[in-house]
């Protein structure tokens, strides 16, 4: 049974940062694209980043470019999300998901984590 479990998240003033992890089990350690997205009440899941199943292509969305990174270390099986400079609006829900190809498309991710907090005060 693949499973994805996501932690790191929490309380942070804005300009701050946070690192989120997504440990995985139950598959290969690059059978998988694993995506990041975010959801707040009444919007739609939003997908921030993805990385591919080896590393090497990754995707970010405008709204964090340049502010989080994106890893993974198979030999852990663990992908990080890290995010700097948060700002009140990246309050969220953080989800890390699997994926057969590297997409922002929430529809097209199997396997989904529980979500973890993140909330940015101003």
């Known amino acids: 049974e693949v499973q994805l479990v996501e932690s790191g998240g929490g309380l942070v003033q804005a300009g701050g940062s946070l690192r989120l992890s997504c440990t995985f089990s139950g598959m290969g350690s690059d059978d998988y694209t694993i995506g990041w997205f975010r959801e707040v009440p009444g919007k739609e899941r939003e997908g921030i980043s993805c990385?591919?199943?080896?590393?090497?292509?990754?995707w970010y969305a405008d709204s964090v470019k340049g502010r989080f990174t994106i890893s993974r270390d198979n030999a852990k099986n663990v992908i990080y999300l890290e995010m700097k400079t948060l700002k009140p609006e990246d309050t969220a829900v953080y989800y890390c998901?699997?994926?057969?190809?590297?997409?922002?498309?929430?529809?097209?991710?199997?396997?989904w984590g529980q979500g973890t907090q993140v909330t940015v005060s101003s």
């Open positions: 990385t591919s199943r080896n590393d090497r292509s990754k």
């Open positions: 998901a699997a994926a057969r190809t590297l997409n922002d498309d929430p529809a097209k991710y199997n396997y």
